[in-house]
């Protein structure tokens, strides 16, 4: 008998208000978050954090002195209270542009292509786009929304049930390195480059050292600002897109071949690891949580199964005959066992005792894990965002 896990993910739902509508979006953030810090106040200094007691003191004054709704009242309420659990030493501060969450009592989807919602200027409907080639599944939304202001544009958060694949009985096991030079490689032999996102990571550092270094004209300091801003989070960007490119392919490629993947648990990698001052940038920015997060979760998706294991040494021991030794690599991209002379990219022999250490608890396949272990040519390596 098999199941079917569910899971919740979120749909980022893009509005496309007019000037008059962004208008009363922009008002509506402000009086709630003004709510949020008069609320905030009087619970730290009364020490209440209780909903219901809080409510109790503050709705009426909320509604009269923000304009707020009944509905966006008591939302107000909630969320000061929810941030209150997480610490109650210090008083709590609500941005300008903080989050609304909406339930469906106050925002209600008007077919595939608008959305009504409550506004201080009273109920609006607002266009909304999700994509070119998506559908909202509007029976598997659940619970409330938050509204989101992002570079001036506005966005709904919509959390969805997602049915997850029943873990299938891996025949093989797929090892993954991931890195910097190269974000990942399999032990197939395919390479995900990383020259991509490390060129616009140092255009982006170059640039953002010019316009950091602009004099005190002001004229000049306040353009040079702008550039700043508008280059924030584009690299961030470009980089979380191709780690999902990456992370699709992986676990597509995993699927086929019916193959567990195993990954290397990096978690505190940075303490351990020491770089040159001019490679501290490159190294601070490596976004390897974030790819692993990403092959994890459409993993769970495909009914993929993930072996996390412990990367110490991964690049200085020989697959074949397991020694391990500095002297293993003689340049930082090349291994060569001074043992049995086996040679190949680093990269790639470490993806071969990724796999193979996975296989250790994996029983099923360890008679036909070793199977492949000749370093690829040069011609097998793949671009970042496939070939």
């Keep these: 008998?098999?199941?079917?896990?569910?899971?919740?993910?979120?749909?980022?739902?893009?509005?496309?208000?007019?000037?008059?509508?962004?208008?009363?979006?922009?008002?509506?953030f402000v009086a709630f978050n003004e709510a949020c810090d008069f609320a905030s106040k009087i619970a730290f200094e009364k020490k209440l954090y209780n909903k219901?007691?809080?409510?109790?003191i503050v709705?009426?004054?909320?509604?009269?002195?923000?304009?707020?709704?009944?509905?966006?009242?008591?939302?107000?309420?909630?969320?000061?209270?929810?941030?209150?659990?997480?610490?109650?030493?210090t008083f709590h501060v609500f941005r300008d542009f903080g989050s609304i969450v909406y339930d469906p009592?106050?925002?209600?989807?008007?077919?595939?292509?608008?959305?009504?919602?409550?506004?201080?200027?009273?109920?609006?409907?607002?266009?909304?786009?999700?994509?070119?080639?998506?559908?909202?599944?509007?029976?598997?939304?659940?619970?409330?929304?938050?509204?989101?202001?992002?570079?001036?544009?506005?966005?709904l958060m919509v959390a969805v049930e997602t049915p997850e694949e029943a873990i299938i009985k891996p025949e093989n096991i797929m090892g993954v390195d991931?890195?910097?030079?190269?974000?990942?490689?399999?032990?197939?032999?395919?390479?995900?480059?990383?020259d991509q996102i490390n060129e616009v990571r140092d255009h982006n550092a170059d640039l953002r050292s010019r316009l950091q270094a602009v004099g005190y004209n002001h004229a000049s300091r306040k353009s040079a600002k702008r550039h700043l801003k508008k280059l924030s989070g584009k690299e961030r960007r470009f980089a979380r897109d191709t780690n999902h490119v990456i992370s699709k392919e992986i676990v597509h490629k995993a699927k086929g071949t019916s193959s567990a993947i195993a990954i290397e648990n990096l978690d505190g990698i940075r303490m351990r690891t020491t770089v040159r001052k001019g490679k501290r940038y490159i190294h601070n920015s490596w976004s390897f949580h974030q790819i692993r997060s990403f092959i994890e979760y459409k993993a769970r998706e495909a009914g993929i199964p993930v072996i996390a294991i412990d990367p110490h040494n991964t690049s200085r021991e020989c697959?074949?005959?397991?020694?391990?030794?500095?002297?293993?690599?003689?340049?930082?991209?090349?291994f060569r066992c001074i043992s049995c002379g086996l040679e190949g990219e680093a990269d790639y022999i470490a993806s071969l005792n990724i796999r193979n250490r996975a296989a250790v608890s994996q029983p099923i396949v360890a008679g036909a894990i070793f199977d492949h272990i000749d370093p690829p040519a040069a011609s097998q390596r793949a671009s970042a965002v496939g070939s």
């Design 1 to 28: 008998m098999s199941y079917i896990y569910i899971v919740l993910k979120t749909l980022q739902i893009k509005l496309l208000p007019d000037e008059e509508q962004k208008q009363a979006l922009v008002d509506t």
């Design 52 to 56: 219901v007691f809080l409510q109790r």
């Design 178 to 194: 991931m890195g910097i030079v190269n974000i990942a490689v399999d032990s197939t032999g395919k390479y995900y480059s990383g």
């Design 319 to 334: 697959p074949i005959c397991h020694t391990i030794s500095k002297k293993n690599r003689p340049e930082r991209s090349q």
């Design 105 to 155: 009592r106050i925002l209600s989807f008007k077919g595939i292509d608008q959305i009504s919602v409550s506004t201080v200027h009273g109920r609006i409907r607002i266009p909304m786009t999700i994509g070119k080639y998506r559908k909202i599944p509007f029976e598997r939304i659940r619970g409330q929304c938050d509204l989101v202001r992002k570079n001036k544009l506005f966005y």
């Design 59 to 89: 709705y009426r004054d909320i509604r009269e002195k923000f304009n707020l709704a009944a509905q966006l009242a008591v939302r107000v309420i909630a969320k000061v209270v929810e941030t209150y659990k997480a610490d109650r030493t």
